[in-house]
């Protein structure tokens, strides 16, 4: 009897037991919002943010509805940021993140651009949110644990677990269905993975067992239009915009780049003004579109706590949401508009930095200008500076080599302040580039080679050289090995869509003696896209009529080229064209079949982006103009045999590249 008591008392407890799981099963989840749980239970260091302690939504008062829109409570399936700097979309998705951990259990992930950047994402914002948070401390095995639940890629918790997944890797993608999806950056997506599709559907279909209860967020700074993933997926949601009053009249109204107002005189010169507006000698305003006052940025704040998120379309929004917020709403003391003035300013003329403004501080797409100059045009404004000598002006020079079957063919360019530059001479090695060294053996002598100089001073060597490895990939890879990490000679693999002119460098494998060298090569991603539209941007520009007067950003000079190689130089045209999701992609067609000078141009401006071109200042030209006049020879006094050295700007090392030295 004993013994049926038992069995009977056992079966008793597994069916209170499963019971009592059934009820938690059934039982509604606590109603509580994203916002709500932050406010609670997050916790800000100086490791993640500016601002240390307990997390406040009233600091970013614009990202509650936002944030509880993500929220189990909320019948909103997909949420959709498109966003400047400063404004907290980040923190969004930190806070979305921890509330799941904490309060929402399930499958999540989130996909950023590349490998390199989720783990960088990984060291630099998850796991000071998961260590610095209690709540989310005692969930999340520490890293120093035996227990494999907590790694750079991976975050296992009781009743889910988060991954971080690449945008390029197309397994990664659909290895698990997810109830919780974070597409980070969407526009650094790559436009098509080989063989898989677009990897933004790729990811969503991960969402499909969970079609009722999932949530996807998406959110990036645009990049293109027409081209921008972000800007696609706005538009096909109710464009909320956010409306503040005037502290004067009181009147709702966005904050707007056109009504945006600073100081600035006549015959100012621009780039006074902006440092001016950086070290607060000016201020810059927003001018009320109702009553016309000014509108101090220390006004900001108890605006912010006052507005509100208006659609554009109010017939959507009851699954998909989109939010739209420029940097101009940045909360007072993190980004100003006096800041936002002084980029604008120094952005005029620079095509490129103009495009940054306008992504990151407008959040707004670019518009592409793809436009090819008239060949006529350039060839007829050609100028008589010999070849093979670098004319007057040039500072520095730089290589691209577009690598063909039969040859090798590159153009030296010289460069000064504000991208001006100068074709030095365009070259041609013949020869087959994967059965024959001769052509390969005339790139290694360019590299010691020396051109003379217009000024009469020592000539000068190539400070940078590009080559591309679309084409002979292996032979250019064994070829780049030689030289190492080499900060003079880079391979390059031409993209489009990768959303930055440069991107992060690849490992590349290279067979020597036939086996495998691991992290042989290193190849740089350049989006030729960017490229071409910048350099047809500084092809249009026109030289100026007064002799006294600085020429255009960018301004291209030539020497004395035939037909063919300006036919080549404007080579392409951009087009555009729509697939079935409905988004438009842009695309580069030949409408001259040999667009090799063209390459070269694009690979050259590649080895200047990579020497830190784009990032010098006035001062640092300045230091290169001291360079270049300590190369001037002057002669000796006839007293003085053997001079002592003079200790000139050449000596330091921050400009051995800029003369032309290899620091491999």
Not at 25 to 51: C, M
Not at 256 to 285: P, Q, S, T, Y
Not at 452 to 474: E, I, N, T
Request: contains cysteine; charged residues 30%.
């Amino acid at each position: 009897m004993a013994p049926l008591l038992d069995e009977l008392d056992l079966a008793q407890e597994s069916e209170r037991t499963f019971l009592a799981a059934f009820r938690r099963g059934i039982k509604p989840e606590p109603r509580l919002t994203v916002s709500e749980w932050a406010d609670r239970n997050r916790f800000l260091s100086s490791r993640s943010s500016k601002e240390t302690g307990q997390w406040r939504t009233s600091r970013f008062p614009y990202l509650r509805e936002i944030m509880d829109c993500l929220s189990t409570t909320s019948p909103v399936q997909v949420v959709v940021l498109v966003k400047g700097a400063q404004v907290g979309g980040t923190e969004v998705l930190n806070n979305f993140v921890g509330y799941v951990i904490d309060h929402a259990p399930g499958p999540f992930m989130a996909v950023l651009p590349t490998g390199d950047i989720n783990k960088r994402k990984s060291r630099q914002t998850l796991d000071p949110l998961l260590e610095d948070s209690p709540s989310l401390r005692a969930k999340v095995k520490a890293k120093k644990s035996r227990d494999p639940g907590n790694t750079t890629l991976m975050k296992v918790f009781p009743g889910g677990m988060l991954v971080l997944s690449s945008a390029g890797s197309a397994p990664s993608l659909r290895s698990m269905p997810v109830r919780y999806l974070a597409l980070d950056e969407l526009d650094g997506f790559p436009q098509s993975l080989e063989g898989e599709g677009d990897p933004e559907d790729l990811a969503e279909r991960g969402t499909r067992s969970y079609e009722s209860s999932r949530k996807i967020y998406k959110v990036s700074t645009p990049t293109v239009e027409g081209r921008s993933r972000i800007a696609f997926a706005f538009k096909q949601t109710d464009r909320r915009y956010y409306h503040v009053p005037c502290p004067h009249c009181a009147a709702f109204q966005r904050i707007e780049w056109k009504r945006i107002r600073w100081e600035m005189g006549d015959d100012e010169d621009r780039l006074d003004v902006a440092a001016d507006l950086r070290n607060g000698k000016r201020h810059a305003w927003l001018e009320c579109e109702h009553c016309g006052k000014a509108i101090e940025e220390n006004e900001k704040t108890q605006m912010l706590a006052a507005g509100q998120w208006i659609p554009e379309d109010p017939r959507r929004g009851d699954l998909y949401r989109g939010y739209h917020l420029s940097a101009l709403y940045s909360p007072f003391g993190f980004y100003s508009w006096s800041t936002s003035a002084a980029r604008h300013i120094e952005a005029q003329g620079n095509p490129e930095k103009l495009r940054v403004w306008v992504n990151h501080d407008l959040g707004e797409t670019w518009k592409e200008k793809g436009d090819a100059p008239e060949w006529r045009l350039l060839y007829e404004r050609r100028e008589a500076y010999p070849t093979g000598t670098v004319p007057r002006g040039g500072l520095l020079l730089t290589a691209g080599a577009d690598v063909q079957a039969d040859r090798i063919e590159v153009e030296i360019q010289g460069w000064a302040q504000d991208f001006e530059s100068w074709s030095v001479e365009y070259l041609v090695f013949p020869g087959s580039t994967e059965h024959e060294e001769a052509p390969w053996r005339e790139l290694d002598r360019l590299l010691e080679r020396e051109w003379p100089h217009a000024d009469g001073g020592q000539p000068l060597r190539l400070s940078a050289m590009a080559v591309d490895s679309g084409f002979a990939s292996q032979t250019v890879y064994n070829w780049l090995r030689r030289f190492g990490r080499s900060r003079r000679v880079f391979g390059i693999r031409g993209r489009v869509g990768t959303a930055q002119l440069v991107g992060l460098p690849t490992y590349v494998e290279v067979h020597v003696g036939g086996r495998r060298v691991q992290r042989g090569a290193r190849v740089w991603n350049v989006d030729t896209g960017i490229a071409k539209e910048q350099l047809y941007g500084w092809l249009h520009g026109r030289p100026p009529v007064d002799p006294g007067h600085r020429f255009p950003v960018g301004y291209c000079h030539f020497p004395s080229y035939g037909p063919d190689y300006f036919k080549g130089l404007t080579a392409e045209v951009l087009v555009r064209r729509r697939i079935k999701s409905g988004r438009t992609l842009h695309d580069w067609e030949k409408k001259y079949e040999r667009n090799e000078p063209l390459d070269c141009r694009v690979y050259s401006r590649a080895a200047a982006y990579l020497l830190g071109m784009d990032r010098w200042q006035a001062d640092d030209w300045k230091q290169v103009r001291r360079v270049m006049a300590a190369r001037v020879v002057r002669a000796a006094p006839a007293d003085q045999k053997n001079p002592r050295p003079t200790r000139t700007p050449e000596r330091s090392s921050r400009w051995h590249r800029a003369r032309g030295r290899s620091e491999t």
